[in-house]
């Protein structure tokens, strides 16, 4: 592709001006959404599906962090509103007193139970539903595509090629350890 000068020409502009639009409104809509059905935001949705992910196991705030693409400074605020609601538990690390763990309660997991129909149901709306399938394969390639620029260590989608992680209350629900079969 050439380029001639600074400007974008009429095709790049009007497909970069199309992300752009699309980045400004989706956080808003998913906000709405899950703070209509669960009283989450999707940052928080986003905290709680990853440590429903972690089963059993605590998650150390800082592993948390890094999974969920935000600075230790906000997650510590998020957890502690989490907290708050009783959604998850902070515990102080047995083998390093400088790091803390966070678990989902049960309270969590309903939380993430009621949250989750809805949030998969708006995907459905805004993505899946006015794509057919051969242009939600071309969006998934130009989604990889663009990524792989922005993100060339490929920690923003780590593990979800080659397992469910990260897909989780998209496709199903993590199994609640502990729960009946």
């Not at 089963?55 to 230790?72: N, V």
């Not at 990524?147 to 990260?166: E, K, N």
């Amino acid at each position: 592709m050439t380029h001639s000068g600074p400007w974008l020409d009429d095709d790049e502009a009007e497909a970069w001006l199309a992300l752009v639009s699309i980045i400004e409104v989706l956080p808003a809509a998913l906000d709405a959404q899950l703070l209509r059905d669960a009283d989450l935001t999707f940052f928080e949705f986003l905290v709680l599906v990853q440590l429903a992910e972690a089963g059993d196991e605590s998650m150390r705030l800082s592993d948390l962090a890094a999974a969920t693409h935000t600075s230790p400074p906000r997650l510590s605020r998020v957890i502690a509103r989490l907290e708050k609601d009783g959604l998850v538990t902070r515990t102080a690390d047995s083998d390093d007193a400088r790091s803390r763990h966070a678990d989902l309660t049960d309270t969590g997991w309903q939380r993430l139970e009621t949250a989750s129909p809805g949030h998969v149901e708006l995907v459905r709306e805004i993505f899946v539903g006015p794509l057919t399938r051969e242009q939600l394969g071309q969006a998934r390639r130009i989604g990889s595509r663009i990524l792989a620029v922005l993100d060339p260590g490929g920690s923003v989608l780590a593990g979800t090629r080659d397992s469910t992680r990260g897909r989780q209350g998209l496709s199903r629900l993590p199994e609640r350890p502990g729960a009946p079969d």
